[in-house]
């Protein structure tokens, strides 16, 4: 990764007609996108513009200046348009099997989405079969110190491993060794995951899962883990303080992982998970 393509809209978005979360999904993307052609040529074209970043080298892209309305049905209204004009051919991944949209907020809980503590690298919906490729933070509201996000790129990590001896037998350990990942019970019934981090040619880490406690987790795979996760840490980092208005995308089925640093004060995101549809 050469670092997230910055993107600015320019031009007025009138409103549109807005409506509430659970109706969000009734309609077919393809018709919110039509609609915001006929409504916002300009954001149409510029969902056009974020998708070819987005599917094309670069993987990951801020997209700045949209339109940021205060009242919240409205600012999510805009922002479902805006996925859908730009993805038409996927569809939205509940996290909760309910809402399209995920409240990435502190709420005190254990989960990274649900705190406000630092988060290191990691991928969302490891255990989430078919794979969700794609992800989409919304800002709605900046924290009032911290919270940016980062990304990293994996592979930069697994070549880096690749170089060493005791990498090459991490990585060996990492492709054939099933890790038991504990799914998290909002994501249904809590329940036990078994599959290796490295999976054809595809990175899945998302180590606050992984059930380190499990028999599986032997010393010399515990070493292995420890090493990627310290690999991980020292790759170089391209950051993006979301703002309100401002959209981070990337496509995490490329090596991409996310992470934040911790924050203070309120902060909210919308988060997307957006999966092909088939
Ligand atoms: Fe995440």
Not at 7 to 17: A, H, K, N, R, T
Not at 78 to 91: E, G, Q
Request: overall charge negative; charged content about 20%; proline content about 6%.
């Amino acid at each position: 990764m050469n670092g997230i393509a910055q993107l600015y809209f320019s031009g007025q978005v009138p409103p549109l007609p807005t409506v509430s979360e659970s109706d969000l999904t009734e309609r077919a993307p393809t018709d919110w996108a039509n609609q915001l052609s006929t409504v916002c040529p300009t954001l149409h074209s510029f969902a056009q513009e974020a998708r070819a970043v987005l599917l094309g080298t670069s993987g990951a892209a801020v997209l700045r200046e949209l339109p940021c309305p205060a009242d919240f049905d409205e600012h999510q209204t805009l922002i479902h348009a805006f996925y859908c004009a730009m993805l038409p051919d996927h569809t939205l991944v509940s996290a909760n099997g309910s809402s399209p949209y995920w409240k990435v907020t502190d709420r005190g809980g254990t989960t990274f989405s649900l705190n406000n503590t630092y988060s290191p690298a990691h991928q969302d919906a490891v255990t989430h079969d078919p794979r969700v490729p794609i992800i989409g933070l919304a800002g709605i509201q900046a924290a009032a110190r911290g919270g940016e996000t980062f990304l990293v790129d994996a592979n930069e990590a697994v070549e880096r491993l690749e170089s060493s001896k005791q990498g090459k037998e991490a990585l060996e350990i990492l492709a054939n060794v099933p890790i038991p990942h504990l799914r998290h019970s909002a994501f249904g019934a809590a329940h036990r995951v078994l599959q290796p981090v490295l999976r054809n040619g595809h990175v899945l880490w998302r180590p606050d899962l992984i059930d380190w406690q499990s028999d599986v987790v032997s010393a010399e795979i515990r070493s292995a883990l420890d090493l990627f996760a310290r690999s991980l840490e020292e790759l170089r980092r391209f950051e993006v303080r979301i703002e309100p208005g401002e959209i981070l995308i990337w496509n995490q089925s490329r090596g991409l992982l996310h992470g934040r640093y911790a924050y203070y004060g309120s902060r909210l995101l919308l988060r997307a998970w957006f999966a092909p549809v088939e």
